[in-house]
């Protein structure tokens, strides 16, 4: 494991020493992963990739073509993950199954050659981000420090910025709707500033200083989940506070009926960047706790893990391709686990609660000084907080503070669309 708060602190001082240049803004998620990573991911030249992406970028010259003759005047970035037919990541689900995919130009990051060709079947009008970076990147590496290496980046960014300034010049693109990407919003977010293109984002994740990505430009127009967001938002980037920021409101949730049963239901959530040896051991004592039942949710993939080898060899029920909805249909959960997955703070949505586990990855430490989570240390801790079923005052304590009272309504979104995105003269 290792601290955020040290990565932040060097990339503040090679931001200040070398790229403190605005034009500096569209790729410092590069310089960040950098130092997160410290290995440079080049590009490798591949004939299969080349052939791929020739494709899929004359495709999107197409579209472009046909876009220009439709008129559109509406782009849509959003994400399609590989073995979702083509789908939109779920996360876009609250606002895009309210919008017109016909009157936009769509920008899809797909990262598989052959999901790519499934959504471009699906939506219409669709271009394909990954081809142009695909063209823009270097696929030459040479050994360098990270101030080299985010050169090459950075390098690559203003190509993309380039390409994608030419396509919404061409279309007279006068509004721009996206997911809150934070690998690539800065490059769009610098197009729309220099074509005066009103811009219009949505949270799918949360805000933190420890992802950089989203501090710079803003959008015109943002979509969060509730008043929380809203306030971590502009911690993150100050400028938001002069902008106009919309509540989507909580998702009324689905839950299985509770029982009387006295033994207590964990949900230990795995995510990224988690210590193995430290996790498992946890994990082994939570499991021979009598009291205890223990379920654990993978993070979804379709090749055996190591979590999941070793929740077979020490029976412990897990959870692989479901998502939050699904498990928590199947089970009545009476706290949620995790160390640095942001779906800790989904819990009390379903009428759980978030406990979090303190470690040298302080990811999401700010909870703790939000009070929206139980801090626990060790399995001590934890087997202390689950001699009982926490009460509904303690959860509902936390679930206001974090989702508010405004429920989630489609129609608001409508109204907000017919407003700001298909009205021409806003």
């Not at 219409?124 to 050169?151: A, R």
């Not at 489609?410 to 669309?417: A, E, Y």
Request: proline share 2%; with cysteine; glycine share 2%.
């Amino acid at each position: 494991m290792f601290s955020h708060k040290k990565i932040i602190s060097k990339f503040n001082r090679l931001e200040n020493k070398y790229f403190s240049d605005p034009s500096f803004q569209i790729s410092k998620n590069h310089l960040h992963l950098l130092i997160w990573n410290t290995k440079y991911n080049s590009s490798n030249f591949k004939i299969s990739g080349f052939l791929s992406n020739s494709i899929l970028l004359i495709l999107s010259i197409i579209t472009i073509f046909v876009c220009k003759i439709k008129k559109i005047k509406i782009a849509n970035y959003f994400i399609v993950h590989k073995n979702k037919n083509g789908s939109y990541d779920f996360r876009s689900d609250y606002i895009l199954k309210n919008y017109n995919f016909k009157n936009s130009l769509n920008i899809i990051r797909c990262s598989t050659f052959i999901d790519s060709l499934k959504a471009y079947v699906k939506y219409p009008n669709v271009i394909f981000y990954l081809s142009i970076d695909y063209f823009n990147s270097s696929f030459s590496f040479k050994k360098g420090s990270i101030k080299e290496h985010y050169i090459v980046l950075h390098q690559k960014e203003k190509k993309n910025y380039k390409f994608i300034k030419k396509i919404f010049t061409f279309l007279n693109i006068k509004k721009f709707l996206s997911i809150d990407d934070q690998r690539v919003i800065q490059v769009f977010l610098k197009v729309c500033c220099d074509l005066k293109i009103k811009s219009f984002g949505y949270m799918h994740y949360k805000f933190t200083n420890y992802v950089v990505g989203i501090k710079y430009l803003c959008f015109d127009y943002f979509i969060v989940w509730s008043e929380y967001f809203k306030k971590k938002l502009i911690e993150v980037n100050k400028e938001y506070k002069s902008k106009k920021i919309f509540i989507s409101g909580y998702f009324k949730k689905e839950l299985p009926k509770s029982t009387n049963n006295k033994s207590i239901n964990i949900l230990y959530i795995i995510d990224m960047d988690l210590d193995f040896k430290s996790t498992i051991q946890l994990l082994k004592k939570l499991n021979n706790q009598k009291n205890i039942n223990l379920y654990v949710k993978l993070k979804p993939q379709k090749q055996e893990s190591k979590w999941e080898i070793f929740c077979n060899n020490y029976k412990i029920k897990y959870f692989k391709q479901e998502t939050l909805d699904q498990v928590n249909k199947a089970k009545k959960f009476d706290f949620f686990i995790a160390n640095i997955s942001t779906a800790i703070l989904e819990a009390s949505l379903y009428s759980a609660m978030p406990l979090k586990l303190q470690s040298k990855n302080d990811f999401a430490d700010d909870l703790f000084r939000d009070k929206v989570v139980k801090k626990i240390k060790n399995v001590n801790d934890i087997i202390r907080i689950t001699k009982r079923k926490p009460t509904k005052k303690e959860i509902n304590k936390i679930f206001y503070m974090v989702w508010g009272k405004i429920k989630y309504n489609p129609n608001n979104i409508k109204k907000i669309f017919f407003k700001y995105i298909y009205d021409r003269k806003n």
